[in-house]
């Protein structure tokens, strides 16, 4: 079964730090790429950050560049977003989504496989 498990969502106050982790089964994902997307109420899913299947190539949103890391443990099967800096405008449902193919980071149209989601909300 090809499944993806996002994890580590939560409540966090503004300037604090959260790791997701986005777990495969099913698949390689090191032979995938996988993205991050979040979608606050009421918005469209936007894509936050992307990690190829080539070392070295990855993405970030401009909002969030230079405060999440994307990385790959591929001994884990699992991709992992740092988030540090947090601002309210962080607040969303987080998910992972992958694909085989050349993808754009943020159409989530390019990607075929998708997690449940986790929840991040930043509050003071």
């Known amino acids: 079964q090809v499944q993806l498990v996002e994890s580590g969502g939560g409540l966090v106050q503004p300037g604090g730090s959260l790791r997701l982790s986005c777990a495969a089964s099913?698949?390689?994902?090191?032979?995938?790429?996988i993205g991050w997307f979040r979608q606050a109420p009421g918005k469209e899913r936007e894509g936050v950050s992307c990690?190829?299947?080539?070392?070295?190539?990855?993405y970030y949103t401009p909002s969030v560049k230079g405060r999440f890391t994307i990385s790959r443990d591929n001994a884990k099967n699992t991709v992992y977003l740092q988030m540090n800096s947090l601002k309210p405008e962080d607040t969303a449902v987080y998910y992972c989504?992958?694909?085989?193919?050349?993808?754009?980071?943020?159409?989530?149209?390019?990607?075929?496989?998708w997690g449940q989601g986790t929840q991040v909300t930043v509050s003071s």
């Open positions: 989504a992958a694909d085989s193919g050349i993808v754009d980071p943020e159409s989530t149209t390019d990607f075929g496989i």
């Open positions: 099913g698949f390689t994902l090191d032979d995938y790429n």
């Open positions: 990690i190829s299947d080539v070392e070295g190539n990855i």
